[in-house]
């Protein structure tokens, strides 16, 4: 069950995206960024918390899900060490995703020549 | 000629956007990528015997790694084209706009060419990530208090 959520989570997300594509002269770019603020504007009100668990996975591929955890990360410091943790817990959770992002890219950017 | 018989011929001969298409391919194609996700995690959960909670960041460094190599390996562009926004919205396209980024401003050398311009598509991402996250999250201590 938790697979087909998944599949129609995930598509519904790439759907909007591609209408909003299509319909208007946005590009690419602002549609991810506008998927990332509408990701962390879901989380003000635990909205997206519930979306990920009946979702599972499916909700934690979009570009979505970045701007959940990342408010996620700064509430959690926030809670503990008062405003500042907004501040120092915002990439707590998103870490691994840009790091792993940068590492890949710099060592094929290293290996492999444009295409054309 | 006219303004408006001219408008006429342009859009006469504008290559035709097959809509309905594109969102059919948009659903299938992010659809799927979001069963991989979740495959990922229940796969990574059972046999390392993980939490889903850290199961969930092996399955995103994981596809994120394939999206960087099918992009360095050049066929990730060709999806692209194709799936449109089902391969953009997921986590691969942050993966590939900085791959493709990275593969194509290295011969301007590697501060000023890598260096520089590896964020170029992805930086607006984590610009207004970050600034929306601070934000709401601002809102979101004062009101609940976390």
């Known amino acids: 069950m938790i697979y087909l959520n998944s599949f129609l989570f995930a598509g519904a997300v790439c759907l909007l995206g591609q209408i909003i594509l299509d319909n208007t002269k946005l590009t690419a770019g602002h549609i991810t960024s506008i998927f990332v603020c509408l990701g962390a504007f879901l989380d003000i009100f635990n909205i997206y918390d519930k979306i990920v668990t009946v979702v599972g996975g499916g909700a934690m591929v979009p570009i979505t899900s970045f701007g959940h955890l990342l408010i996620h990360g700064a509430l959690a410091q926030a809670e503990q060490y008062g405003f500042i943790g907004l501040l120092t817990g915002m990439f707590n959770l998103t870490a691994s995703g840009i790091t792993a992002a940068i590492i890949f890219t710099f060592i094929f950017s290293l290996f492999f020549k444009p295409k054309d | 000629?006219?303004?408006?018989?001219?408008?006429?011929?342009?859009?006469?001969?504008?290559?035709?956007?097959?809509?309905?298409?594109?969102?059919?391919?948009?659903?299938?194609?992010?659809?799927?990528?979001?069963?991989?996700?979740?495959?990922?995690?229940?796969?990574?959960?059972?046999?390392?015997?993980?939490?889903?909670?850290?199961?969930?960041?092996?399955?995103?460094?994981?596809?994120?790694?394939?999206?960087?190599?099918?992009?360095?390996?050049?066929?990730?562009?060709?999806?692209?084209?194709?799936?449109?926004?089902?391969?953009?919205?997921?986590?691969?396209g942050f993966a590939h706009s900085m791959t493709s980024a990275g593969i194509?401003?290295?011969?301007?050398?590697?501060?000023?060419?890598?260096?520089?311009?590896?964020?170029?598509?992805?930086?607006?991402?984590?610009?207004?990530?970050?600034?929306?996250?601070?934000?709401?999250g601002m809102i979101r201590f004062m009101i609940l208090g976390g």
């Open chain 2, 1 to 92: 000629m006219r303004l408006k018989d001219y408008n006429e011929i342009v859009n006469r001969h504008k290559p035709k956007e097959h809509k309905v298409q594109n969102g059919i391919i948009a659903f299938v194609s992010g659809g799927i990528v979001g069963l991989i996700g979740q495959g990922l995690i229940d796969i990574y959960s059972y046999f390392l015997e993980i939490p889903a909670q850290e199961a969930s960041i092996f399955a995103t460094v994981t596809l994120i790694f394939f999206a960087s190599l099918f992009t360095a390996l050049g066929f990730f562009d060709k999806w692209v084209t194709i799936c449109k926004c089902g391969l953009i919205i997921p986590i691969t």
């Open chain 2, 104 to 136: 194509e401003y290295k011969t301007e050398g590697p501060i000023f060419g890598l260096g520089s311009n590896i964020f170029k598509l992805a930086g607006s991402v984590i610009l207004y990530g970050v600034v929306s996250a601070w934000i709401f």
